[in-house]
């Protein structure tokens, strides 16, 4: 049942259509037509009932309008014209549903780097980050009191992941609605670092690979699961947990593996210890329940392109662009890079991939899909990543070939006083560490 505009000598009359069929000859309407009605048409009862409520909608935009002006939107939208009273009506809040509802995350938003020595906290800032879209290139500032005791450690599907300074409590934060959610301090993963000084030990505990998060279907509670570079496996903890968990169904996972977020789930990348064995890939579910471990399962695998020890010069990782799983591989000895769809490798199949929809692959510790549309100084099809740690570089799909991709110079990490363009604000968020 649905109800349906119909233009009645020039005013609007709402018919009832769907349990009386789409002619309403049922309830004694005459058929819908395209022609208007002669000017002697009559009305009957159920016509001027519904030409008042008609009316008293009509009434009720006005009185929105009067309240309150809203800009239109985009004209070839059906909504556009709608008025922001109605939609917020008819619509769920977004408010404290942030982080349990999936459909609120803000997905394809980042934190600007302002460069400069201005981190998020920075009391120069005030109190406020600005975050922009990398699909649309919008901008938003948003005033997060919360950087002023705590630190960025990842963002997931938009939502942060920050650490409080005095206790290192983790706590997800969405940075446009300040629902928060409370998860166990970072330090109760400490023991199980592989690495030998304090402070190393915090800085790979810190250096997060990647994140997820999901939300438990029976019980509410919000489930995350990470990598630090600094714990060879899986960690998870929910929102009524008092530590951190690690996994111990999968030991292969190591430093050089490729860890990528997508849809609630970690895929992860692992790479063999010889010529002959071949490149994996698992997914890993989040766990069932508050008892049960992540659950992976290999969906992939895919062999060298070389026989020989050369091997070892080659590297995979996993990105995310379209909404779709890319594999990137590289050679270390020479500036030569090669996408696939892992969706074509599950089948078994190796077919190259040289174009991205216009998107712009950045390459660093994270990688990101940027459109090309929304920054325009942005090449599509490409491939930008630190080639010398002196420029950036960026590698055309179309045709293999390299160029320099922005006019500036970037120094040594240590020593980037701030981003100069763009590209380089961009860049700057595939290592947050330089922020």
């Not at 009316?55 to 309150?68: E, G, N, Y």
């Not at 649309?136 to 650490?163: E, K, M, N, W």
């Not at 190591?254 to 010889?274: A, D, E, I, Q």
Request: glycine share 8%; charged share 20%; hydrophobic share 40%.
């Amino acid at each position: 049942m649905f109800w349906a505009l119909c233009p009645v000598n020039g005013l609007l009359s709402l018919r009832l259509v769907g349990l009386v069929g789409r002619s309403g000859l049922a309830l004694g309407l005459p058929p819908p037509s395209d022609t208007p009605p002669s000017a002697n048409a009559k009305f009957g009862e159920l016509d001027v009932l519904l030409i008042f409520v008609a009316a008293a909608c009509h009434m009720a935009l006005v009185a929105c309008s009067s309240r309150r002006k809203v800009n239109a939107g985009d004209p070839s939208s059906s909504w556009a014209s709608l008025h922001e009273d109605l939609w917020r009506s008819a619509t769920t809040c977004p408010r404290r549903r942030g982080i349990l509802d999936p459909r609120f995350h803000p997905r394809g938003w980042m934190l600007l780097p302002e460069g400069r020595g201005l981190h998020p906290g920075h009391g120069k800032l005030r109190g406020h980050v600005r975050s922009f879209h990398l699909s649309t290139g919008a901008i938003v500032r948003v005033r997060l009191p919360h950087f002023r005791d705590h630190c960025i450690l990842y963002s997931a599907d938009g939502v942060l992941l920050l650490q409080r300074d005095h206790d290192t409590a983790i706590r997800l934060l969405h940075p446009f609605t300040g629902d928060t959610a409370e998860l166990p301090p970072l330090e109760t993963l400490l023991p199980r670092v592989r690495c030998r000084s304090e402070v190393s030990r915090w800085c790979s505990l810190r250096n997060i690979c990647g994140a997820c998060i999901s939300v438990g279907v029976g019980d509410g509670l919000v489930r995350v699961m990470m990598r630090p570079i600094g714990v060879w496996n899986i960690c998870f903890a929910t929102s009524g947990d008092q530590q951190w968990r690690v996994a111990t169904t999968w030991d292969r996972i190591n430093h050089r593996s490729s860890t990528l977020p997508f849809h609630g789930k970690l895929y992860v990348l692992l790479r063999p210890h010889s010529v002959r064995g071949e490149n994996e890939v698992i997914q890993i579910d989040p766990p069932q329940h508050c008892l049960s471990e992540p659950s992976p399962k290999l969906i992939a695998k895919f062999r060298w392109p070389t026989s020989d020890e050369s091997f070892r010069l080659y590297s995979y990782r996993l990105v995310e662009c379209n909404s779709e799983i890319l594999v990137i591989g590289t050679k270390w000895d020479a500036v030569y890079y090669s996408v696939y769809r892992l969706a074509d490798l599950m089948l078994g199949r190796t077919v190259h991939v040289t174009s991205i929809d216009g998107n712009a692959l950045f390459i660093g510790r994270r990688s990101l899909c940027v459109s090309s549309k929304a920054f325009p100084t942005i090449v599509p099809d490409t491939i930008v990543m630190p080639d010398t740690k002196i420029y950036l570089s960026q590698y055309h799909l179309s045709n293999g070939t390299l160029s320099q991709a922005t006019d500036g110079v970037i120094a040594e990490e240590k020593d980037i006083p701030g981003p100069y363009s763009i590209m380089c604000h961009i860049i700057t968020c595939c290592s947050p560490a330089y922020w």
